[in-house]
Structure formats: C-alpha cells, structure tokens
C-alpha cells in the first residue's frame, strides 16, 4: 500500500503533478488534461482544477504548475475551522449554538445578522468564523492545524485574520487531499465532528449528482475580490469525485464561474 506521503512523490517524479500528501490508495493514474484549462481561457481568466476520481485511483489536473500553487484559502478555511470548533467545545452544536450579530452594516446582507454555524458557512459570513476563530485561540489553532497538516501550517497574521490576509497558504492538491480525509472520516479528531462537518458542507444539485462543497473569495469582505476558490466532492451515483478549483477573479462574473466552471470540468472528467 502506497502511503499519501508516496502517492503523489510517484506522481511528481513523473512530472504530471507537484509532490503533496495524498489519500492513503495505492496510486493509479494522474493526468493533465488540458482541455479543462480552456474552461478557463473561454471565461476570460487563468485558473486550475484538480480532480480525484476515487474508484480508479486517478488524479486529473488542468495543468501541472498552478495545481501545485499554494494561495490564501479564504473562505475554504471555514471546513477546517469548523471541525476545530466543535472539537474544542467552542460550537457543542452546528444548529444550536448562536452567534449574535454585532451591529456592523457589512455589504453582505447574510452576514447581517445572528447566525448559528450551518447558517454562517452556507452564507460564508467571515465575521462569524472570526468570532469562532478568536474563541479558539491561537495555541488550539495551531495544534490542529498541524494534526491536519493543512498547507504551510503557518497561522502568522493575526488570528482572524490568517486565512484571509494572512500568512497561511495552501494548494490545489493538499486541498484535494484534506477534503478527501474529512470525506473518508480519517482526520486525527472525532467522528463526531467530521460527521457533522460534512452535513452542513453546501450543497449543490446537479441532475442526478451532488455537489458538497465550500467557497471562497479572497479579498470579499474588503470588496476587493481577487482569488474565487470551490474545494469539495461529487456523488453521482456510488462514485465519489474530490476536486478543487481556483481562478483569478478579474470581473464580477468570475464570482458565479467559481461553480460554473467546478461543474464544466466535473462534467468533462465524468464525475457529475
């Protein structure tokens, strides 16, 4: 059994994609498909898409360079500190445990007013999960960031502010690799928490296929955005897609792209 540290070292050495951990399989295939990057030619950016189709062992990319990138997560971030919250305590329950708005006119309206954690990560309400992330604690905060391994693991910045203008960065392919650990509930922390992470992940339906995913926007709770990412899974039937997308957000258009495009190249490589 080749272990996640192995898979993609083989896969590097191959020249296909950058050396990153991995699901614990016995590695395939990979590929560069680059017919998905025209996806994003034709919108009128640059970006990348990774997709790992779990039964053939196959990892797929739109190109072998900004796949292995690392950028902000934004608000991709708000999956790991959701599981970080409720294996603290900090939120005991996703549908119970309320955040009160603060008063501040924000020019998201979904952020403007009192959220439990399922509202706020379906309206990515940024002040939310940096209340949470304060009540965390940077000491926590770092602990499990390293227990997941999640990208450089470095929170400098700021502790609500790390993710977002922060010195934390991350990858297409360790993103990838993350949400596939919280898909198969083998990250280092409670069941618990994973299983109900994963039920209040976004979802999308797309004919007969399901899309659970999170977003991100760098630089929305500014006004400024600049980076749109989309990391999640696929079902579509018994088969299981893991993907994740980032793209330069040049125009206001480019926001909406972020699933547009997701489901673009979900389409192309069979996983929807």
């Known amino acids: 059994m080749i272990n996640r540290r192995h898979a993609l070292g083989l896969v590097a050495a191959a020249s296909l994609l950058p050396s990153r951990s991995f699901a614990n399989v016995a590695y395939?295939?990979?590929?560069?498909?680059?017919?998905?990057?025209?996806?994003?030619?034709?919108?009128?950016?640059?970006?990348?898409?990774?997709?790992?189709?779990?039964?053939?062992?196959?990892?797929?990319?739109?190109?072998k360079d900004r796949s292995g990138e690392a950028k902000l997560p934004a608000s991709t971030f708000k999956i790991p500190n959701s599981l970080i919250a409720l294996e603290t305590g900090v939120v005991e329950d996703p549908d119970k445990d309320v955040f009160k708005w603060d008063g501040v006119k924000r020019s998201f309206e979904a952020w403007n007013k009192d959220h439990t954690m399922r509202t706020a990560i379906a309206a990515s309400a940024v002040p939310v999960y940096q209340e949470i992330a304060r009540r965390i604690g940077e000491a926590r905060m770092q602990k499990y960031v390293d227990l997941f391994e999640y990208g450089n693991r470095n929170i400098g910045g700021g502790i609500d502010q790390f993710w977002l203008t922060g010195d934390l960065r991350i990858d297409p392919v360790q993103q990838v690799d993350f949400v596939d650990r919280l898909r198969r509930g083998t990250l280092p922390i409670s069941k618990r928490s994973q299983e109900l992470v994963r039920d209040i992940l976004p979802v999308a339906k797309v004919g007969d296929s399901i899309i659970r995913a999170k977003s991100g926007l760098l630089g929305a709770e500014i006004g400024k955005p600049s980076l749109g990412w989309m990391v999640g899974w696929a079902e579509k039937g018994s088969a299981r897609t893991v993907f994740a997308l980032n793209l330069d957000v040049r125009e206001p258009r480019h926001i909406a792209d972020r699933m547009t495009l997701t489901q673009a190249c979900l389409g192309d490589i069979g996983a929807i």
């Open 28 to 63: 395939q295939k990979s590929e560069i498909r680059e017919a998905l990057a025209k996806h994003f030619t034709d919108a009128g950016t640059v970006g990348t898409f990774v997709g790992y189709l779990i039964d053939d062992y196959t990892v797929i990319a739109s190109d």
